[in-house]
C-alpha cells in the first residue's frame, strides 16, 4: 500500500493543453516535494511545499499543498512536449533520528507535438 | 561540481554473484540516500547515513544487501548473493542538512539485472 497515491498514473496530452496531478495521503507530512526523473536519470526536484495551503509557481507549474498538509497538486499550464517525464511527489516524515522521504509512484506524462 | 557519481551505470550478473554498487555523493553533503526503483514499488528508500554513520536501515529488504560508507566520499551497496527479484534501477542521492526544505540530489542510477 502506498502511503501517498498519486494519480493519474498515465497522462497523454496535446501541446498546449493545460493538466493537474494529484498526490494524495492519509498521514501528514513535515513537507512535501515534486520531482520530475527523465529516462535514464534520477529525480531532481522541482519544489518543496512546507505551509498548509502554500501555493508556488514555477514558470508554467504551479504547486499547492493542501491546507492540512495531507495532499497536493501539480498544475502545468500550456504543456510543452519538454514536460514530457515522470512526475513524484515525496512527504516528508519525521523520524526519531532524522527525516525521511516517501515516494508516490509517479504519474508519466507524455505531451505531444 | 560532478554531482553525485554512480558506478557502474549498468551491471548484469548472474543469481548467486555478488554485486557491489558504488556511490561519490556531493562534497559537504552530510547526507547520503540509496534508493531502489522498480515499476511495482515505485522508488523506495533503503538506507541513509549522516555524516558516514548509518541512520535508518529499515528499509534495506533482507540480510543479503548491506551498505557501508568507510569516508565522507564514497559508500557502497552489496548485494550478496543476488537474485532475480533484485533487478531494479539503485539510486544515491545525498543533501546537505537533512531538513524540512532540504534537496536530495540523485546520481544517474546504476541499472542492475540478475538473470
Known amino acids: 500500500t502506498q502511503l501517498l497515491e498519486q494519480s493519474p498514473q498515465f497522462l497523454s496530452i496535446q501541446e498546449g493543453e493545460n493538466l493537474t496531478v494529484y498526490c494524495n495521503s492519509s498521514?501528514?507530512?513535515?513537507?512535501l516535494q515534486w520531482y520530475r526523473q527523465e529516462p535514464g536519470e534520477g529525480p531532481v526536484l522541482l519544489v518543496t511545499?512546507?505551509?498548509?495551503?502554500e501555493v508556488k509557481k514555477l514558470k508554467r507549474l504551479t504547486f499547492q499543498f493542501g491546507d492540512a498538509r495531507k495532499d497536493s497538486s501539480l498544475h502545468i499550464t500550456a504543456a510543452q512536449p519538454g514536460d514530457t517525464g515522470l512526475y513524484l511527489c515525496a512527504g516528508l516524515r519525521r523520524m526519531e533520528y532524522g527525516n525521511k522521504l516517501v515516494f508516490g509512484a509517479g504519474t508519466i506524462l507524455r505531451v505531444k507535438s | 561540481d560532478a554531482g553525485v557519481i554512480q558506478s557502474p551505470r549498468h551491471e548484469v550478473t548472474e543469481m548467486g554473484q555478488e554485486v557491489t554498487l558504488r556511490c561519490k555523493p556531493i562534497?559537504?553533503?552530510?547526507?547520503l540516500f540509496w534508493y531502489r526503483q522498480t515499476m511495482m514499488r515505485g522508488l523506495e528508500l533503503l538506507i541513509y547515513?549522516?555524516?558516514?554513520?548509518?541512520?535508518?536501515d529499515s528499509g534495506m529488504p533482507e540480510d543479503r544487501f548491506s551498505a557501508k560508507m568507510p569516508n565522507a566520499s564514497f559508500s557502497t551497496l552489496k548485494i550478496q548473493p543476488s537474485e532475480p527479484r533484485d533487478s531494479a534501477v539503485y539510486f544515491c542521492?545525498?543533501?546537505?542538512?537533512?531538513?524540512?526544505?532540504?534537496?536530495?540530489?540523485f546520481g544517474p542510477g546504476t541499472r542492475l539485472t540478475v538473470l
Open positions: 547515513f549522516n555524516n558516514n554513520v548509518p541512520i535508518d
Open positions: 511545499v512546507v505551509t498548509g495551503g
Open positions: 542521492a545525498s543533501s546537505l542538512w537533512g531538513g524540512l526544505t532540504d534537496t536530495q540530489y
Open positions: 498521514s501528514v507530512f513535515s513537507s
Open positions: 562534497s559537504g553533503h552530510d547526507y
